[in-house]
């Protein structure tokens, strides 16, 4: 699995027609004003880059499967007219174009779309795609999302972009309450040590800017691999067995993994091998997307099983107010 940064290893978009007043201020903190004309509105984006956009942006594409998720928590999946082929849709719903992977996407293709925004991601897109939406007259907007925290003020940002505010200060009041019910069950108790597998062979971890490295700490997770220098490293597996991790976790993509360390014999001194402590959880972890919260929930309740009830197969965060589930 390849993970990209904007600047770092990851990517964005510089759509900047016009300065924004505000643009010394904290760059995940969205700033806006209308234009004179009353016709446009200039919004700072994750990278602090000025972007001019109509008021109420009512064709937008989207460029990542968490910008997905988050607009359609915002409640704004019929201003959607085109996502990646990684999106998920809600099932039943009215097709929407497919515009190509985050790395690759047609913009020919999307400019036919006629958007009023495309919506893009650090953890994402490639940074060349700034350049090549401004040659089409595009306007780019970039979400950056290196931590838990900073998804929930994008989902702010988001919501102020398309006019959606109240919407998203009642998601966002909901998401942090969840996470704080989290942290108040595992306060007082000791982090379990984690070994997060993102990727088999070779051996992928989340390293110390990882945004999954925040996302386990805030389940009650200490990842044997927070002291990796990047973000998602190669990592020695005969570093990681003398770590010896408590807990082992992956995604279903990696389930054969977790198999094959159970039967290797230089894995079996390790106490998650030991005690059958290998799980496979949701992809929701990794997303910097709403979905995240869930994602943290699932992982709490699996390191700490005397301390949270399992939900009632309640539905996804994207839509419990409006009875849509998002993916």
């Not at 510089?14 to 806006?32: E, K, Y």
């Not at 602090?48 to 009512?58: D, H, I, T």
């Not at 496979?280 to 919260?293: A, D, K, T």
């Amino acid at each position: 699995m390849v993970r990209y940064q904007f600047g770092r290893p990851h990517r964005r978009i510089p759509a900047a027609l016009l300065v924004c007043a505000a643009l010394a201020a904290d760059v995940h903190s969205g700033c806006g004003r209308r234009a004179p004309d009353g016709e446009t509105l200039i919004l700072k984006d994750g990278l602090g880059r000025a972007v001019q956009l109509p008021p109420r942006p009512r064709r937008i594409v989207s460029l990542a499967p968490s910008v997905t998720d988050s607009l359609l928590a915002l409640g704004a999946r019929d201003r959607l007219v085109g996502v990646t082929d990684f999106c998920t849709l809600p099932d039943g719903d009215a097709p929407v174009a497919r515009v190509g992977g985050m790395l690759n996407p047609n913009l020919e293709t999307i400019r036919g779309l006629r958007p009023d925004v495309l919506v893009a991601t650090t953890s994402g897109n490639d940074p060349s795609l700034a350049r090549e939406a401004a040659s089409l007259g595009l306007p780019l907007y970039t979400i950056d999302t290196p931590d838990v925290e900073s998804v929930l003020r994008s989902l702010l940002d988001l919501s102020r972009l398309i006019a959606e505010r109240e919407r998203g200060r009642i998601l966002v009041a909901d998401l942090r309450s969840r996470l704080s019910a989290v942290a108040s069950g595992i306060d007082e108790k000791r982090p379990v040590r984690v070994l997060f597998v993102v990727w088999g062979d070779p051996l992928v971890v989340p390293g110390r800017s990882s945004f999954l490295t925040d996302a386990l700490a805030r389940a009650g997770a200490s990842s044997i691999t927070s002291d990796a220098p990047a973000a998602y490293p190669a990592f020695d597996v005969e570093s990681a067995i003398a770590r010896a991790p408590e807990v082992i976790l992956t995604t279903p993509q990696n389930r054969a993994v977790l198999d094959r360390l159970r039967r290797e014999p230089a894995w079996s001194s390790v106490p998650a091998v030991r005690s059958g402590s290998l799980f496979v959880v949701s992809e929701s972890i990794e997303q910097p997307g709403p979905r995240v919260v869930s994602g943290i929930e699932e992982v709490a309740r699996r390191l700490h099983p005397g301390l949270f009830a399992a939900p009632d197969a309640a539905p996804p965060v994207a839509s419990r107010r409006r009875g849509r589930l998002s993916p």
